[in-house]
C-alpha cells in the first residue's frame, strides 16, 4: 500500500520537531534529521503536485545559498512546458528562492554543485507558517500559484 500525503506529512513534521525545528542543526543527528524532515516533506509535495498533473521530483540535499541557514535540505524539481526549476525546501519557513534546474552529474571528491542564479521566490501566506510549520496543502497551492504565473 502506497504512503499517503497525511503519512508524508506527518513524517516530516516529526523529524521536524524531534531535530529542534532548526535550519541550521548543530549536530550530525540535527541534520540528519534535517534531511529526513526535508524529504519527506517533499515526498509528500511530489505526491500532492502529481495529483495536479505537475511533474515533479525530489532533487539532490543543498544548502540554499540565498538563505542565512547552515543545513542541507532536499530540493524540489518541478519540470515545466521548456525548463525545470529547483528549490531548497525551507521546512518552517515562508519564503522559499527558487533556482533553474541543470540535470544532474558525477562529481569529482570536494566538488559542489551551486544553484546558480536565483529565478524567483515563493513567499507563502503569513499565517501559513504555525509553530514553525506550514501544511502541505496550503504550500502546493502557492507553489503552483506561482508556478503558473511564470510558465504564462
Known amino acids: 500500500m502506497a504512503t499517503g500525503t497525511v503519512d508524508l506529512e506527518d513524517k516530516a513534521r516529526q523529524a521536524w520537531t524531534e531535530q529542534g525545528k532548526t535550519l541550521s542543526p548543530s549536530t550530525r543527528e540535527g541534520r540528519t534529521a534535517l534531511l529526513m524532515a526535508s524529504n519527506a516533506l517533499v515526498d509528500a509535495l511530489v505526491q500532492t503536485l502529481g ?6 521530483e525530489a ?7 540565498s538563505s542565512t541557514h547552515t543545513g542541507r535540505v532536499m530540493t524540489l524539481v518541478v519540470h515545466l512546458d521548456n525548463h525545470s526549476i529547483e528549490m531548497p525546501v525551507l521546512v518552517g519557513e515562508a519564503v522559499w528562492t527558487y533556482y533553474p534546474h541543470v ?9 559542489s554543485r551551486s544553484l546558480g ?14 509553530d514553525q510549520w506550514a501544511p502541505v496543502s496550503v504550500l502546493a497551492a502557492r507553489i503552483m500559484e506561482v508556478l503558473s504565473s511564470t510558465v504564462e
Open 59 to 65: 532533487g539532490a540535499a543543498r544548502v540554499d545559498p
Open 51 to 56: 495529483g495536479y498533473e505537475i511533474d515533479a
Open 117 to 130: 542564479d536565483p529565478l524567483g521566490r515563493i513567499i507563502f501566506p503569513e499565517n501559513a507558517v504555525a
Open 103 to 111: 540535470a544532474p552529474k558525477a562529481l569529482k571528491v570536494g566538488e
